[in-house]
């Protein structure tokens, strides 16, 4: 079946890499109608957009014709909308429902998926007004790619960079083929870290962010799995679609994902929970007397190995390993000892990779089984067991998170 896509352009200096994406969908068969605002045409050629997607360029509201409805009909004929790049205008203009124009009108009109790249100057993506008309966007279902980080075209450094065209089209491409691969499958993902209390103002944490995990749960959601995110702290924006259990200690979170284990088919653990907790917790402030303070700490509760024991047939337990040594003997020895259907492994020293960063670099493994490893898959002997391993480029956590749906996709 043909598969359809709009292409929505703004006036921001990303504009330029357009081509390349109507290529990207292009060659994958996919028909592209392009709608782009007038302020897009000062960044790229009418010419160009016309000829890589076969099609004319839409850009009027009122054409020659009285009666068109242009807005509708492209609704009607597209099945996914992505704007790349989504300038703050017009981010503004869709979280208020203004439609002044045709891509407006149509972002209004448009009822399946859209997928937003935001592309601006740091100080535009971080202004107040622009991160709550993402949030008001995101919570109406909109997806949006987050920008990255680096080199700006006026001259600055910093957020705002659009994503790379190949991870606007991985995106997209998940919302064509697999928006209902996971319906009606109940998945639990964890992320964040957990605050282990020392008294009424410190506590005990770790480097995570949750950006691994919410990624995780928004794909998932995008797949149209139920899914509930298990989160310690964390700043960032709940995604669309996702139930929320925000709790705060490794105790929280051993209780609040074990209440939902059993009714889930898919877990996946990618919180860094404390190991060890306070054995007790003051109740006042501890004073700074003396030359030190020694803390007793006692082991929080295994998670992942409670999971092991009540898993059940069919469901999937998928951990994450983040080492700093032996990665891969420590990761297939959790793998094997958990009893987990895939374990996803990362090295924590990497500076582009693991903690806090926006890019991962891992490597999923799963338990070997007899015979050659699946396309793209290597097999590999240790001492524990014989695994299959994918390793993957530098990613983008939301590009890994679409790696690994597709896994779970594929296995379920
Ligand atoms: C050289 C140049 C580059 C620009 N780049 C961006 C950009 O990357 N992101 C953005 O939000 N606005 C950018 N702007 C400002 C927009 O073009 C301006 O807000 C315009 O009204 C957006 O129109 P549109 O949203 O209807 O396409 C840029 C302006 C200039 C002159």
């Known amino acids: 079946m043909e598969r359809r896509l709009l292409l929505g352009i703004t006036g921001g200096i990303a504009a330029y890499k357009c081509p390349y994406i109507i290529r990207l969908f292009k060659q994958n068969n996919i028909e592209v109608k392009v709608v782009a605002t007038s302020h897009a045409m000062e960044f790229v050629a009418r010419v160009t957009l016309e000829a890589l997607s076969g099609q004319p360029l839409y850009m009027d509201m009122f054409g020659p014709r009285g009666d068109s409805y242009e807005h509708i009909e492209l609704a009607k004929w597209a099945d996914v909308m992505v704007i790349a790049p989504t300038t703050a205008n017009c981010a503004a203009k869709f979280a208020n429902g203004i439609a002044d124009d045709l891509l407006s009108a149509l972002f209004l009109t448009f009822k399946k998926p859209v997928l937003l790249a935001p592309a601006m100057n740091t100080a535009m993506y971080i ?58 499958k109940k998945a639990l993902v964890t992320a964040s870290a957990t605050r282990e209390r020392i008294d009424p103002v410190r506590f005990i944490s770790n480097r995570s962010t949750g950006k691994m995990g919410y990624a995780i749960a928004e794909t998932l959601a995008m797949c149209g799995a139920d899914v509930t995110l298990v989160t310690g702290p964390s700043s960032l924006v ?73 898993k059940r047939e069919g469901q999937l337990l998928i951990g994450f390993a983040a080492e700093s040594d032996d990665h891969f003997s420590n990761a297939v020895g959790k793998l094997v000892k958990k009893k987990l259907d895939l374990i996803v492994m990362n090295d ?19 338990p070997g089984v007899k015979g050659s490893p699946p396309e793209g898959w290597q097999s590999k002997e240790t001492t524990d067991a014989n695994v299959f391993v994918r390793a993957t480029p530098l990613l983008s956590k939301y590009a890994v998170a679409d790696e690994l749906v597709k896994i779970i996709i594929g296995m379920i």
């Open 127 to 184: 202004d107040a007004a622009t991160t709550r008309n993402l949030r008001i966007l995101r919570e109406r279902g909109v997806k949006v790619i987050e920008p990255d980080s680096g080199p700006l075209a006026c001259g600055d450094a910093g957020l705002g960079r659009m994503a790379e065209p190949e991870q606007i089209f991985e995106r997209a491409m998940l919302m064509f083929a697999d928006r209902d691969a996971l319906s009606g």
């Open 238 to 310: 709940s995604p669309a679609d996702v139930n929320m259990v925000r709790v705060e200690s490794a105790q929280d979170m051993y209780e609040a994902v074990m209440a939902r284990a059993e009714s889930s088919d898919i877990i996946i653990k990618a919180a860094a929970v404390a190991d060890f907790t306070p054995a007790t917790v003051s109740e006042s402030k501890i004073k700074k007397t003396g030359n030190g303070l020694t803390l007793e700490l006692k082991r929080t509760k295994d998670i992942l190995a409670s999971l092991s024991e009540t």
């Open 348 to 366: 924590i020293r990497a500076t582009d990779a693991g903690f806090g960063t926006d890019t991962n670099r891992v490597m999923f493994v799963v």
